[in-house]
C-alpha cells in the first residue's frame, strides 16, 4: 500500500497523524524524522520552531482486490487457527462461539448477537 501527503496548516493537524517526510527547522536541523507519530506536545511547539504546516501522510484506500485478498488470507489462517474445531457441532459451542467472534473482528463484520 502507498502513501501519499498534504501540507496542512498547524491547525488543522491533530495528535495521532504521521509525518510524511523530516520535519526541519529554519536552519535545516531535523526535529523530527519521516514517520513519527505527531502528539500533542510535539504540536505545541511547533510555533516556538516557526513551523506553520506540516506534510502529513495520507494512505491511499486499498483496491477490492487488495480487500478481497486480505480477506481470503484473514479466513485461510482462521480456518488453519480452528482446524480441529467444526462449527456446527454443539459438543464444543465455546469454541464455536469464540472463531464466530474472532471472524467477525477480523473481517471487519458487526459483532454476531447472543
Do not use: C
Given at each position: 500500500?502507498?502513501t501519499s501527503y498534504q501540507h496542512l496548516a498547524l491547525d488543522q493537524v491533530q495528535a495521532?497523524?504521521?509525518?510524511?517526510?523530516?520535519?526541519?527547522?529554519?536552519?535545516?536541523?531535523?526535529?523530527?524524522?519521516?514517520?513519527?507519530?505527531?502528539?500533542?506536545?510535539?504540536?505545541?511547539?511547533?510555533?516556538?520552531?516557526?513551523?506553520?504546516?506540516?506534510?502529513?501522510?495520507?494512505?491511499?484506500?486499498?483496491?477490492?482486490?487488495?480487500?478481497?485478498?486480505?480477506?481470503?488470507?484473514?479466513?485461510?489462517?482462521?480456518?488453519?487457527?480452528?482446524?480441529?474445531?467444526?462449527?456446527?457441532?454443539?459438543?464444543?459451542?465455546?469454541?464455536?462461539?469464540?472463531?464466530?467472534?474472532?471472524?467477525?473482528?477480523?473481517?471487519?463484520?458487526?459483532?454476531?448477537?447472543?
Amino acid at each position: 500500500m502507498t502513501t501519499s501527503y498534504q501540507h496542512l496548516a498547524l491547525d488543522q493537524v491533530q495528535a495521532g497523524m504521521t509525518l510524511s517526510d523530516e520535519l526541519l527547522d529554519v536552519q535545516g536541523h531535523v526535529l523530527l524524522p519521516q514517520g513519527t507519530v505527531l502528539t500533542e506536545a510535539m504540536l505545541a511547539l511547533m510555533p516556538r520552531h516557526g513551523i506553520v504546516s506540516l506534510p502529513i501522510a495520507v494512505p491511499d484506500e486499498p483496491s477490492e482486490a487488495e480487500l478481497a485478498a486480505q480477506r481470503e488470507r484473514h479466513l485461510a489462517r482462521l480456518e488453519r487457527l480452528f482446524r480441529k474445531n467444526d462449527p456446527d457441532s454443539d459438543q464444543d459451542w465455546a469454541t464455536a462461539l469464540l472463531r464466530r467472534f474472532v471472524t467477525d473482528f477480523r473481517l471487519g463484520l458487526a459483532p454476531a448477537e447472543e
